[in-house]
């Protein structure tokens, strides 16, 4: 249903559909029906109007709805049955747009199983390096507070935050 929006947005220009519903336009402006002086204008470059009378502005379809006004699924049809664009939907374009939304889907899968097994692994290979340290400032063949068990706890610390840090990021 959106596609049909941005399908109309695309093929028909605002100036196209402001002259059909609303007439030359007088000085760079566009009269609302029954009035005598002109209140909207239109803006090519951004594809959009405003409505200076009552405060309303937007895109094509929004215009058609604010002049007819209609809603924006009957501005739709009615803009599509002015101009003969089929409501009927390309049943083959369809089935290609699901089958690639569906291998999208799968590789976006594939690539987020891949993600997650790289953090595992990070996350396997610095409890492994993070146990060797605190082994080693455990054992008695280190002694306390000398140059390598500094080392040691050092690092066990920074390991230790790495791996906090791994896991806030994985939210958990």
């Not at 609303?22 to 002086?37: A, C, I, S």
């Not at 146990?131 to 054992?139: G, K, M, P, R, V």
């Amino acid at each position: 249903m959106k596609e049909d929006f941005e399908l109309i947005k695309q093929k028909i220009r605002i100036e196209d559909i402001s002259n059909y519903l609303l007439g030359k336009d007088v000085r760079g402006m566009y009269k609302f029906p029954q009035e005598r002086t002109a209140s909207i204008k239109i803006y090519p470059k951004t594809q959009s109007f405003f409505d200076y009378g009552r405060g309303i502005g937007g895109d094509a379809i929004r215009l058609w709805s604010h002049v007819r006004q209609v809603d924006s699924w009957i501005a739709l049809s009615e803009i599509k049955s002015a101009y003969g664009i089929s409501n009927s939907p390309d049943k083959e374009n369809i089935r290609q747009k699901i089958r690639q939304q569906e291998l999208d889907r799968q590789a976006a899968k594939k690539v987020e199983e891949k993600r997650k097994e790289q953090w595992r692994n990070k996350v396997n290979s610095l409890k492994a390096e993070f146990t060797i340290y605190e082994n080693l400032l455990a054992s008695e063949h280190i002694s306390p507070l000398s140059w390598v068990w500094c080392e040691c706890k050092n690092r066990s610390q920074l390991l230790n935050y790495k791996l906090d840090c791994l896991c806030i990021e994985e939210g958990g």
